[in-house]
């Protein structure tokens, strides 16, 4: 699933416009063009790929929006897709660690990669229990 740029946006899938998106972007270590290409060279091993910025809850306030949780929505008249964590969903924890491993040979340059090992945690996030699912997670600062 190469980013095909012949594609019109309207028949693109859904991951490849988040592959897109990663593509566009680049602040500080993080390389998006090397990164999309790095996934797409790698495309075996993970189900689904997108980026994102997780806020920070309010502990006083749960019912305000997450702190930065709307930097996205800041940024997009100024044509910014301003994210930087990468999450990867793959078939099992097996192949995140494998990608992982790819992750730092192919030189993501990632502040901190973790391959998410509590089913539990795994479950409650993804809303699918029992799952054999693995998560990847890449953040740059």
Known sequence: MAVDRNVRLADASIQQIQLELIRRRRFNEFDGPKVAESLLRHRELWLAAY?????????????????FSLIKLRDLPGDQWNVDTLVVL????????????????????????????????????????????????????
């Open 90 to 141: 793959t078939e099992s924890v097996d192949r995140a660690r494998e990608l992982a491993e790819i992750a730092r040979s192919d030189d993501w340059h990632a502040n901190e990669l973790v391959v998410q090992e509590d089913r539990e945690e795994i479950e409650m996030a993804l809303g699918v229990a029992p799952c054999e699912f693995g998560v990847l997670s890449a953040w740059w600062d």
């Open 51 to 67: 980026m994102d910025r997780f806020g920070v809850p309010h502990e006083e306030h749960p019912d305000w929006f997450p702190a």
